[in-house]
């Protein structure tokens, strides 16, 4: 039952991200629906890419929203990139509470987490994701 039931919350997540993706590029509804999925960072923000949980207002708005791409991104070999926004859209898509999606360890740490967080960790979904696009399993991180 348990496993079942994780199972049907690995579809939901990824349905929800597919959803996502295919409702703002107008794949569903024939135009772009909503906001832009992605925006740059004005903040010079020391990572890769985040996904704010809340607006914050100055001294740039930053929106809920959105997933903003930093300027380490611009860097990153094509396979990494891909999956640091697989793992933004994990986060994104997620509930906030029973559904939530987080960082349960340093990104690369995957895999060692007990199995309970890597239910909940975006890393493990973005893996998920890669290997099934990419037919392999991900580089390291
Ligand atoms: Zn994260």
Do not use: W
């Not at 049907?8 to 024939?30: D, M, P, W, Y």
């Not at 949980?53 to 990139?81: K, M, N």
């Not at 994990?90 to 960082?103: G, M």
């Not at 973005?126 to 990419?134: K, T, V």
């Amino acid at each position: 039952m348990v496993t079942r039931a994780e199972l049907q919350f690995i579809l939901k997540i990824c349905r929800r991200v597919a959803s996502t993706i295919a409702v703002r590029l107008g794949e569903i509804h024939g135009t772009p629906m909503g906001m832009p999925l992605f925006a740059a960072d004005r903040t010079d923000a020391k990572f890769f890419a985040y996904t704010p949980r809340h607006t914050v207002p100055s001294p740039a708005p930053i929106l809920a929203g959105h997933i903003y791409l930093c300027d380490l991104l611009d860097d990153e070999a094509p396979e990494r990139y891909l999956r640091i926004l697989c793992h933004e859209l994990f986060h994104f898509v997620d509930d906030e509470k029973v559904h939530e999606i987080v960082d349960h360890g340093k990104l690369g740490g995957a895999l060692d987490l007990p199995h309970a967080q890597r239910m909940h960790n975006a890393d493990n979904f973005a893996l998920f994701a890669m290997h099934a696009h990419l037919g392999r399993a991900p580089s390291p991180f």
